[in-house]
Antibody, heavy 121, light 107 residues
Framework: QLQLQESGPGLVKPSETLSLTCTVSGGSISSSSHFWGWIRQPPGMALEWIGSIHYSGSTYYNPSLRSRVTISVDTSKSQFSVKLTYVTAADTAVYYC?????????????WGQGTLVTVSS | DIQMTQSPSSLSASVGDRITISCRASQGISNFLAWYQQKPGRVPKLLIYAASTLQSGVPSRFSGSGSGTDFTLTISTLQPEDVATYYCQKYNSAPLTFGLGTKVEIK
């Protein structure tokens, strides 16, 4: 059974770079039929798709965040990562990693447990 | 970008009631719509995809319908464990977009 787990700092200073990693287990990150995504949820607010990646390295970003986001994959470690530059308090959120099948334009299942990242000095 | 509008934003109903949640797309998205349940402090859980296909393991009291721009999530007999916020998500094209959610409470 596919499982995902986020890791990374819970506190980031304003204007710095947020970096998170998702470790995939119970299946292959190099599956040609899987895409791997990042979704965030500010406290008390709705979900926002950040972007997705395929093991081949193809990336797909939300235009609203494209200028600040980079998603990468490390198949040797069965991990994919997200970097978000020049963060502000508005980037404070629970960050989820999740998987989707067959297309980057699909529903997400499964999800990681989520990790809260707070942007504060 | 296509906007997803959910209504109502919240509702309160009694155990055993039938409830419906609406999700409207600003442009047609065929049946490229999913529904998620997020219980307080928990991870979103996929309930329905392709507008009406129930994810494996999801109770049959949940159902989805619609196509084009108007979609509905129905809980036929509300249970206490259904207290949660429900989100729709469109996935016909980029960007993937979620609705703002509908919070369901028990009277």
């Amino acid at each position: 059974q596919l499982q995902l787990q986020e890791s990374g700092p819970g506190l980031v200073k304003p204007s710095e770079t947020l970096s998170l990693t998702c470790t995939v287990s119970g299946g292959s990150i190099s599956s040609s039929s899987h895409f791997w995504g990042w979704i965030r949820q500010p406290p008390g607010m709705a979900l926002e798709w950040i972007g997705s990646i395929h093991y081949s390295g193809s990336t797909y970003y939300n235009p609203s965040l494209r200028s600040r986001v980079t998603i990468s994959v490390d198949t040797s470690k069965s991990q994919f990562s997200v970097k978000l530059t020049y963060v502000t308090a508005a980037d404070t959120a629970v960050y989820y990693c999740a998987g989707s099948r067959w297309s980057p334009w699909n529903w997400f299942d499964p999800w990681g447990q989520g990790t809260l990242v707070t942007v504060s000095s | 970008d296509i906007q997803m509008t959910q209504s109502p934003s919240s509702l309160s109903a009694s155990v055993g009631d039938r409830i419906t949640i609406s999700c409207r797309a600003s442009q047609g998205i065929s049946n490229f719509l999913a529904w998620y349940q997020q219980k307080p402090g928990r991870v979103p859980k996929l309930l329905i995809y392709a507008a009406s296909t129930l994810q494996s393991g999801v109770p049959s009291r949940f159902s989805g319908s619609g196509s084009g721009t108007d979609f509905t999530l129905t809980i036929s007999t509300l249970q206490p464990e259904d207290v949660a916020t429900y989100y729709c998500q469109k996935y016909n094209s980029a960007p993937l977009t979620f609705g703002l959610g509908t919070k369901v409470e028990i009277k």
